[in-house]
């Protein structure tokens, strides 16, 4: 699930685990060409395509606190200063969680909460503050000794935290059992927990994790033109999609300029910036409640199929302003999952408890489990329709069902393996 430079046309970093570790794969082909810090807000597209200026008059994400788990945070960026709260390095390598050892972590934290000063990221969600867990990569684990359980164990301090919403801009190839009961004991204790989707469409398209566990919003990538990207993963387990090309991110580790960037790890923190301008506004709302909205608010194609979840873009792309402008989207019940419909990290619910104790309701079907559109096949335009007023996105679903990911029981062994969404 490695996220990838554009105009460094090569493999960025990226993260997984199995028991624990996270792998990204790193290395650019090529030198980038030089971009001072006053580019980065020219190559911010999305903002204008989602009316973000209308947004902020109304929500800006205060009183939101994001986890950010990833590579760290550098809170020392022009566009981080006063953004970055005291969070925890679980990787156990050198340096603490203010050390990133990529620039990774950082750009997933501007992308959230950046003021946009000095030339910065603009932060979809600018007055959001951000908690930084470092979590190893596999370059990290190779070189150092680390915490083999640090994503694991980030998870649940981050859900142990003050922080309601978690992004996780990384994966593995490999299903882990801890991990899922840690993405479960995230949502147990009331925390909206995006994940993504991976970037190896083009590839094998194999299922990504944590985005792949049921109780993780799996968040997929989309281009300028509101089409699903070619190398975003697809799959019944996707949610949602936000914008995930052209985005600007730090080249590399010394923070020296940006680079344009592509992948599903710049998709998640614009869905979890869209989480805590929705939650900012409704600040008595539950997770279930902020992501039911996200889910009906959505954009989707005009041909898009009544009660379908389409296999490449979930419930559609992502759009906080048909909400916040508009009021699209009802919270419902506060108690119920629209995730795992299950009784979960409401405020009757399990919060603070334990998954397991989570019960279905069989009356309503979950809302991610929808059918998928089956309308096309994997190459055909299903639906597309635009609203500006909000989005300013054309939203297209693509037909086709994913195959169905079988997982066999049982533990697997640890494999270092990390990449970032």
Same mark, same amino acid.
């Given at each position: 699930?490695?996220?990838?430079?554009?105009?460094?046309?090569?493999?960025?970093?990226?993260?997984?685990?199995?028991?624990?570790?996270?792998?990204?794969?790193?290395?650019?082909?090529?030198?980038?060409?030089?971009?001072?810090?006053?580019?980065?807000?020219?190559?911010?597209?999305?903002?204008?395509?989602?009316?973000?200026?209308?947004?902020?008059?109304?929500?800006?994400?205060?009183?939101?606190?994001?986890?950010?788990?990833?590579?760290?945070?550098?809170?020392?960026?022009?566009?981080?200063?006063?953004?970055?709260?005291? $969070?925890?390095?679980?990787?156990?390598?050198?340096?603490?969680?203010?050390?990133? #050892?990529?620039?990774?972590?950082?750009?997933?934290?501007?992308?959230?909460?950046?003021?946009?000063?000095?030339?910065?990221?603009?932060?979809?969600?600018?007055?959001?503050?951000?908690?930084?867990?470092?979590?190893?990569?596999?370059?990290?684990?190779?070189?150092?000794?680390?915490?083999?359980?640090?994503?694991?164990?980030?998870?649940?301090?981050?859900?142990?935290?003050?922080?309601?919403?978690?992004?996780?801009?990384?994966?593995?190839?490999? @299903?882990?059992?801890?991990?899922?009961?840690?993405?479960? #004991?995230?949502?147990?204790?009331?925390?909206?927990?995006?994940?993504?989707?991976?970037?190896?469409?083009?590839?094998?398209?194999?299922?990504? #994790?944590?985005?792949?566990?049921?109780?993780?919003?799996?968040?997929?990538?989309?281009?300028?033109?509101?089409?699903?990207?070619? #190398?975003?993963?697809?799959?019944?387990?996707?949610?949602?999609?936000?914008?995930?090309?052209?985005?600007?991110?730090?080249?590399?580790?010394?923070?020296?300029? @940006?680079?344009?960037?592509?992948?599903?790890?710049?998709?998640?923190?614009?869905?979890?910036?869209?989480?805590?301008?929705?939650?900012?506004?409704?600040?008595? /709302?539950?997770?279930?409640?902020?992501?039911?909205?996200?889910?009906?608010?959505?954009?989707? $194609?005009?041909?898009?199929?009544?009660?379908?979840?389409?296999?490449?873009? $979930?419930?559609?792309?992502?759009?906080?302003?048909?909400?916040?402008?508009?009021?699209?989207?009802?919270?419902?019940?506060?108690?119920?999952?629209?995730?795992?419909?299950?009784?979960? $990290?409401?405020?009757?619910?399990?919060?603070?408890?334990?998954?397991?104790?989570?019960?279905?309701?069989?009356?309503?079907?979950?809302?991610?489990?929808?059918?998928?559109?089956?309308?096309?096949?994997?190459?055909?335009?299903?639906?597309?329709?635009?609203?500006?007023?909000?989005?300013?996105?054309?939203? /297209?679903?693509?037909?086709?069902?994913?195959?169905?990911?079988?997982?066999?029981?049982?533990?697997?062994?640890?494999?270092?393996?990390?990449?970032?969404?």
């Amino acid at each position: 699930m490695t996220a990838r430079t554009i105009e460094a046309r090569g493999v960025r970093r990226g993260l997984g685990t199995v028991a624990a570790l996270v792998a990204l794969t790193a290395g650019f082909v090529g030198a980038a060409p030089a971009a001072h810090a006053a580019d980065a807000q020219s190559m911010q597209w999305y903002l204008d395509a989602m009316n973000a200026e209308e947004i902020w008059k109304t929500s800006t994400g205060k009183g939101i606190t994001v986890a950010v788990i990833d590579t760290g945070v550098d809170p020392s960026t022009p566009s981080l200063k006063g953004q970055v709260l005291k $969070g925890w390095d679980a990787s156990e390598a050198e340096g603490d969680e203010t050390d990133d #050892y990529s620039g990774h972590g950082t750009t997933v934290a501007e992308l959230i909460a950046g003021t946009g000063e000095g030339g910065g990221i603009k932060g979809l969600a600018p007055d959001a503050k951000v908690i930084p867990y470092r979590v190893s990569d596999t370059e990290l684990q190779n070189e150092q000794k680390v915490n083999a359980f640090d994503m694991e164990q980030a998870i649940r301090a981050a859900a142990d935290g003050d922080a309601q919403v978690i992004n996780i801009s990384m994966a593995t190839d490999f @299903y882990n059992s801890p991990m899922r009961r840690a993405v479960e #004991y995230a949502q147990a204790k009331g925390k909206l927990l995006f994940a993504g989707t991976g970037n190896n469409a083009d590839k094998a398209n194999k299922i990504q #994790y944590p985005a792949g566990y049921a109780a993780a919003v799996a968040v997929a990538a989309t281009g300028k033109d509101g089409k699903v990207a070619p #190398y975003s993963t697809h799959g019944d387990f996707v949610d949602l999609a936000a914008p995930g090309s052209e985005i600007p991110m730090w080249c590399d580790e010394q923070l020296r300029s @940006y680079c344009r960037g592509e992948g599903t790890s710049y998709a998640t923190p614009l869905a979890s910036a869209s989480a805590a301008l929705i939650w900012s506004k409704n600040p008595d /709302w539950t997770a279930n409640q902020v992501l039911r909205v996200m889910f009906e608010s959505a954009g989707r $194609g005009e041909d898009w199929k009544e009660g379908t979840v389409s296999n490449y873009l $979930g419930h559609g792309i992502v759009r906080p302003g048909a909400h916040i402008n508009r009021g699209v989207g009802a919270p419902g019940d506060p108690d119920m999952s629209p995730l795992t419909n299950t009784r979960v $990290g409401g405020k009757e619910g399990t919060a603070g408890g334990d998954a397991s104790s989570a019960t279905p309701d069989p009356s309503a079907p979950a809302s991610s489990q929808a059918p998928a559109d089956t309308s096309g096949d994997d190459t055909v335009v299903a639906g597309s329709g635009a609203e500006s007023d909000d989005s300013g996105l054309p939203v /297209w679903a693509i037909g086709a069902a994913a195959a169905v990911v079988v997982l066999a029981g049982g533990a697997f062994a640890v494999v270092r393996k990390r990449r970032s969404a």
